[in-house]
């Protein structure tokens, strides 16, 4: 009943944009901290932003710093993640994650989880 869902990712050359969205069904987004996480083959899952549910403050990771943007529409109950200058590095799948107390940097403070969206970064 309570679900995110990712959407967005796919294949992407390196220098190239995508935009990964995360909608709500089942909850109300705008009363929760939004991160987004990836993970790679064999690597932890590490966050890459988050954003707040009352003034809309950011926190990005240092590897996206300047080229990863998060945004949140709570007419629409759902954040986005705008991904330019996209690197190899960048190849994971990439969730989001909703909690009701903070930007947590780890998964397992976080409430709510979405499945996943592929994003491959190769020439």
């Known amino acids: 009943q309570l679900q995110l869902v990712e959407s967005g990712g796919g294949l992407v050359q390196p220098g190239g944009s995508l935009r990964l969205s995360c909608a709500a069904s089942?909850?109300?987004?705008?009363?929760?901290?939004i991160g987004w996480f990836r993970q790679a083959p064999g690597k932890e899952r590490e966050r890459v932003s988050c954003i707040s549910h009352r003034f809309a403050n950011t926190y990005y990771a240092d590897s996206v710093k300047g080229r990863f943007t998060i945004s949140r529409d709570n007419a629409k109950n759902t954040v986005y993640l705008q991904m330019n200058s996209l690197k190899p590095e960048d190849t994971a799948v990439y969730y989001c994650?909703?909690?009701?107390?903070?930007?947590?940097?780890?998964?397992?403070?976080?409430?709510?989880w979405g499945q996943g969206t592929q994003v491959t970064v190769s020439s």
């Open positions: 994650a909703a909690d009701p107390v903070g930007c947590h940097l780890y998964p397992p403070q976080y409430e709510y």
């Open positions: 089942g909850f109300s987004l705008d009363r929760y901290f």
